[in-house]
């Protein structure tokens, strides 16, 4: 159940090959075409001009608009930039709690390894257990990455709040996880902003997680802590389980709002029958692009 299966890993591959990255029309500082990156200083693409300040490098005075306007004026230019995608990938042992939910796991990762490739960004992908990971060297096929397995039987949350990856400034960071997390969301995305381009939000999760089909006199095990609880799971029971988790990928996506990331859902079984990640589309994550 929790290892790449290579019939998905090829479909989801093959899937991702057909999108590209579209963040240019609504992330500052990543741009589409020639991908630059607003600041001021040498680069093909003039801006717009800017008052002189005490400080500025007079290298960029423009004396033409001083002659006509007698006022100190510099040249704002478009650095030119490589753009690059951290792509944080939650391996606690929730996200392999049945065969779909791993094998979506997996099939989400391609993607985006092969829409970044696509883009022309750079990559790198961080293993999310009790540490953050980084996947090296960064072109290492998924199916060589070193312990890939959602096995972790802790907090991930906890993970990226306490020790977040040192990421680089200026990149796209893509979150994957059911976010089955007991941290503040906007704690751990102040850590994810800081720096950053964009910031996504993937919760993935499964058909069980959504809507559990179990009724009775039931021990539940928690999949990540061991512990197990005695319960009697009626309507009354499974109703408060699914107002819980409406309520809590509702506050996830408000504080995703609120901070300028931006949120989707995806639901496992349904990415698995065509490797189409419907709602990232709809987000305007990804286009197809060619």
Not at 19 to 45: A, D, M, P, Y
Not at 227 to 233: D, G, H, S, T, V
Request: hydrophobic share 40%; net charge negative; aromatic share 10%.
């Amino acid at each position: 159940m929790n290892k790449v299966k290579p019939k998905v890993l090829k479909s989801a591959e093959i899937s991702g090959q057909r999108f590209c990255l579209n963040l240019s029309s609504r992330f500052l500082g990543v741009q589409g075409g020639g991908k630059f990156g607003s600041k001021t200083g040498q680069s093909l693409e003039f801006v717009e001009h800017r008052e002189y300040q005490p400080g500025d490098d007079i290298r960029h005075i423009d004396w033409s608009a001083v002659a006509r306007s007698d006022k100190l004026a510099i040249k704002l230019f478009r650095e030119e930039i490589t753009p690059h995608l951290d792509l944080l990938i939650d391996l606690s042992a929730s996200m392999a709690i049945n065969e779909e939910k791993f094998n979506a796991l997996t099939a989400l990762t391609a993607i985006f390894v092969k829409a970044s490739y696509n883009s022309g960004f750079t990559n790198d992908s961080w293993l999310i257990k009790e540490l953050c990971n980084k996947v090296e060297p960064s072109n290492l096929p998924l199916e060589k990455w070193p312990d890939f397995q959602a096995d972790y039987k802790n907090n991930t949350g906890k993970t990226i709040f306490n020790y977040p990856p040192k990421l680089r400034s200026g990149t796209v960071r893509v979150v994957i996880s059911d976010l089955f997390w007991n941290q503040e969301p906007m704690g751990i995305l102040q850590r994810l902003s800081d720096g950053a381009a964009a910031v996504i939000i993937i919760q993935l999760v499964s058909k069980a997680d959504i809507d559990p089909n179990i009724y009775g006199n039931m021990r539940v095990i928690d999949s990540e802590s061991g512990e197990a609880l005695e319960l009697i799971c009626d309507e009354t029971l499974i109703a408060e389980y699914k107002t819980n988790f409406n309520r809590h990928r509702q506050y996830w996506k408000e504080c995703c709002t609120k901070s300028g990331a931006v949120f989707s859902f995806i639901e496992a079984e349904e990415l698995l029958k065509d490797f189409v990640p419907n709602d990232l589309i709809k987000n305007e994550v990804l286009i197809l692009g060619y």
